[in-house]
């Protein structure tokens, strides 16, 4: 069968119309997960899909899966899967391409009248981000069975809320079985998150891993006192410590250079009051490399950074690994697959690593899997500003039908 | 007339029963002002006072005013003024000690039968830490006419909540009119929040000024973007400059030995999130020095820090200067009388310059005034652990009798 062409207008139109949901007046998306704004835009999509004939599916985590049946009641399904939820201040393409994406591959073979052999699903996973419920990539870990439904609907953002109450309020509180093993394989399609695709001009990143990364919670307990009167020499501030590791950790990040990532993105202050010397500081240190002694190093940097601060501060320092995920690496005969399929579109196409951690990465293992990038502008996401073109973003979606329906064929 | 002893256990006894309002688990404060709490502990004081006769009067920023009447009705009160409220995670002392020694003084004047010539009026300031509302020292100020009611009523806390619906919630949103030209004098003790008085063993602290105090809002705008993609190499990571300015702003304060003090008590990340690199902090930063030229000295430094941080990071940096408090001086002769006072008491004493801004501040230029101190344990104040004996307490509230009736028999 030929491979149907995708519908850019309808693409770029799905795009625009679910970026109003969660809007942000500097024109990016604050949805969190299992908010209001991220049951509308389930909503848009869900509407979609029925629209054209597509079932629905909902399971306890309230992932979402749109499908679409094949010619082979027996055959598995092809999952292709990425999600709809945002950082606090972050951009529309972040996830919600992959989702659209994953539309516009039903819509096109719907369109099309393509039949395929084994049933097209398109999964929008509950919360990747993790920036109201933590951990990141929730519903794609629960998926694969790392956690009980219980465990994560007792989880509560920063205001008390559950999960639970959250995904019944939006009424996205499933109680549909899917399980991994009603699949045959997976894909997920994402802006690129970093500068390469488009400084090269290049208009397919072919993801062969994803690197490895880890979270460190680190506790900071001085000696609060008044600003005005506690004496500059015996100050135990927990802030002036915590500037110190801040500036140590991107010391860290600098001694590997363009691979590694070393990122202090949260930290807060207690009691945060212009006139009181800090009592505590609550930071996180995060460190990235695709290989894992370069990560075993960075490691090593910062527990002896913690060491060498507490020594000169008299500040106490309490550290607590929190992630530790290694690096995946994606199905050598998808990867030549998702490679084949540029071609084939007649898109040039580099093999590169991704920074980010996906949803991909608790498939891994319980399928053949795979990752399709498309160029962002400047490199630039989890930000507002995040942006791409109308024409990368039809490329990439035209990449994924072609993949898809290559392993199609393929698949016993 | 003889001076009536204070009652050190019931001095004691309120300090107990009026720190339950607010009481955090760890033995501190949390009575942020015009909160229920807030509320509770005026409403234990007003019902002290009542008691023994006291009228009560409130303004329309809540100050509440506690009057024993003297023989001569056209005589100008005597006024003693502190606070209720105290910081997010303060202590028990800073502010309620001035007010529960100022109730003791009305309570052993009545027990005594003792009669003044001059009214004797104990004054509950609203809102003197600033922490919940902005400035601090609010209602002494617009006890000093420097704002209206109607301005004041409109500020917000960090929950949108008014400053005028939160006094009337707690039932002090007044009607009374009372201004600066019914006072005669104006008194306040304190705990001295420093080190001085407890190490070197002295009884009460002869306070003569209050050094001056300037604060900057400094506002960091970088580029934000996904920490496992943006490279570090061209990142404009808001908090890692954030760290450089607290490192600085730290340098200054060490370089003026014993008395300056340069604090960042207050910083907030954004968007704040493990994975995010920072694109923006706000921060404040709060200089003191007893003098004036080395206040500017330190002005000078905090503004060149600023520009090298922003060249050497390419982070936007504005700043704008919030509050400028120059040192305040107190009056001669009061503050021979409180050194007499101590001495008439049995007490040793020492002359010394306040690191803290208090109420008194607001005061001064309108009618004579001083301050008293009393020892507080390793000079901690604006934290739970902030710590005073009971001797401490009558002594200082012994002194303050002595010096109140010294004034009302000196005053025409």
Redesign the interface.
């Known amino acids: 069968m030929t491979t149907p062409s995708i519908d850019s207008a309808r693409l770029w139109t799905s795009l625009t119309e679910v970026s109003r949901y969660g809007a942000t007046p500097a024109g990016g998306l604050n949805r969190l997960a299992a908010s209001i704004f991220d049951g509308q835009a389930r909503d848009y999509v869900v509407a979609a899909a029925t629209e054209i004939g597509c079932t629905v599916r909902i399971d306890p985590l309230g992932n979402t899966f749109l499908r679409r049946e094949g010619t082979d009641h027996k055959a598995k399904a092809i999952l292709i899967g990425s999600h709809l939820d945002s950082?606090?201040?972050?951009g529309k393409y972040?996830g919600i391409y992959g989702v659209m994406a994953g539309l516009e591959l039903l819509q096109s073979l719907q369109t099309s009248n393509s039949v395929t052999t084994h049933p097209i699903e398109v999964v929008v996973w509950t919360n990747e981000?993790?920036?109201r419920f933590s951990p990141?990539m929730m519903g794609a870990a629960y998926f694969a069975g790392k956690f009980s439904a219980e465990e994560l609907h007792s989880r509560t953002d920063v205001e008390g809320v559950t999960l639970g109450e959250s995904l019944r309020a939006i009424n996205y509180l499933g109680s549909d079985f899917v399980s991994p093993d009603q699949f045959a394989s997976y894909f997920e399609i994402h802006i690129?998150?970093?500068?390469i695709l488009e400084r090269e001009g290049i208009d397919i990143g072919v993801v062969t891993a994803v690197?490895g990364?880890r979270?460190f919670r680190v506790q900071l307990s001085g000696?609060?006192?008044?600003?005005?009167?506690?004496?500059?020499?015996?100050r135990r501030?927990a802030?002036?410590a915590?500037?110190?590791i801040?500036?140590g950790v991107?010391t860290i990040?600098?001694a590997?250079?363009?691979i590694?990532?070393?990122?202090?993105?949260?930290?807060?202050?207690?009691?945060?009051?212009?006139?009181?010397?800090?009592?505590n500081v609550e930071l996180?240190v995060?460190l990235?490399h695709p290989e894992v002694l370069a990560l075993n190093t960075m490691t090593d940097e910062l527990h002896a950074l913690l060491k060498t601060v507490e020594s000169r501060t008299g500040v106490v320092i309490e550290v607590k690994q929190e992630l530790d995920s290694a690096t995946i690496h994606f199905t050598p005969e998808l990867i030549d697959i998702v490679e084949a399929s540029a071609t084939a579109s007649g898109m040039s196409s580099t093999r590169m690593i991704?920074?980010?951690?996906h949803d991909a990465c608790q498939i891994a293992g319980l399928m053949p899997l795979t990752m399709i990038f498309i160029p962002c502008v400047d490199?630039?996401?989890?930000?507002e500003n995040e942006d791409i073109t109308q024409v990368w973003a039809a490329n990439g979606a035209q990449v994924l039908v072609e993949a898809v329906l290559q392993v199609d064929s393929h698949l016993k």
């Open positions: 950082q606090p201040l972050g972040d981000e993790g920036a990141a690129e998150q970093g500068p690197q990364m979270w000696q609060s006192g008044h600003s005005g009167t506690y004496p500059m020499e015996g501030d802030l002036a915590a500037a110190q801040v500036s991107q990040g600098l590997q250079p363009e590694g990532r070393a990122t202090v993105g949260h930290l807060l202050v207690t009691p945060n009051s212009p006139n009181v010397v800090p009592g996180m995060e990235r991704s920074g980010a951690g490199g630039i996401s989890h930000a």
